[in-house]
């Protein structure tokens, strides 16, 4: 499962995206995971500099709804079931784990 405002985040951080905002977007998402909300979205955006009638009208749209629709359930069909998840060579990492872990992957795939 995900979290209530996980959909509406991953839509806003593409909206920030056509801007060419998408990582500093992405780090005020983070820093402000417990205050999430569509008006926060916007007001975020705002802080950002970004366009805001483009903004919100990308995000009132639900212009990337299915594409994060897709991007989701085809993650749950390659066993995601939480974040981070990275594949190495088609091989799930799940979670946060040490650097140690990630360099016994990549060693086992070279």
């Not at 209530?4 to 998402?29: L, M, P, R, V």
């Not at 919100?56 to 981070?84: F, H, M």
Request: a negative charge; charged letters at 25%.
């Amino acid at each position: 499962s995900i979290h209530t405002n996980a959909q509406g985040a991953a839509e806003a951080s593409e909206c920030a995206s056509e801007q060419g905002k998408f990582w500093e977007y992405h780090d005020i998402i983070f820093q402000r995971q417990s205050l999430m909300s569509v008006d926060n979205f916007k007001t975020w955006a705002k802080e950002l500099g970004l366009n805001s009638r483009q903004f919100d009208s990308c995000l009132d749209s639900g212009k990337y709804t299915q594409r994060i629709d897709v991007d989701y359930n085809e993650g749950l069909a390659l066993g995601v079931n939480g974040t981070p998840a990275t594949f190495v060579n088609g091989k799930l990492i799940s979670g946060a784990v040490p650097y140690e872990e990630f360099e016994r992957v990549i060693r086992e795939e070279l």
